[in-house]
């Protein structure tokens, strides 16, 4: 069972960039492949991006593509989410995600840990 830790949320403006990261509770998150998920008040959550276990691949959002960058490092079991160019739709609750087999997977049906969620709110 591995447990998983988001922070680094918070308020910025829009423009600014913000970190998240996400800290796994064991080693064997170093073989899991991490996805980001967001939801937005009233919405569904959806797909950010995923990175592979080793962290040579990597999936991102078309709607969040040259802002967004997903990255990992293992020694820590840790990843990061970080955000560039932040925009008010970009604000929602941000969830990380992990699924102990190979592949980048976009649904949340295909993660079978979560992290409670970390908040980010971008004003205008």
């Known amino acids: 069972q591995v447990q998983l830790v988001e922070s680094g949320g918070g308020l910025v403006q829009a423009g600014g960039s913000l970190r998240l990261s996400c800290a796994a509770s064991?080693?064997?998150?170093?073989?899991?492949?991490m996805g980001w998920f967001r939801q937005a008040p009233g919405k569904e959550r959806e797909f950010v991006g995923a990175?592979?276990?080793?962290?040579?691949?990597?999936s991102i959002a078309d709607s969040v593509k040259g802002r967004f960058t997903i990255s990992r490092d293992n020694a820590k079991n840790t990843g990061y989410l970080q955000m560039n160019s932040l925009k008010p739709e970009d604000t929602a609750a941000y969830y990380c995600?992990?699924?102990?087999?190979?592949?980048?997977?976009?649904?949340?049906?295909?993660?079978?840990?979560w992290g409670q969620g970390t908040q980010v709110t971008v004003s205008s």
């Open positions: 995600a992990a699924r102990p087999n190979v592949g980048a997977a976009t649904s949340t049906t295909d993660y079978d840990y």
């Open positions: 064991e080693r064997s998150f170093s073989r899991y492949t």
């Open positions: 990175i592979s276990w080793s962290g040579g691949r990597t």
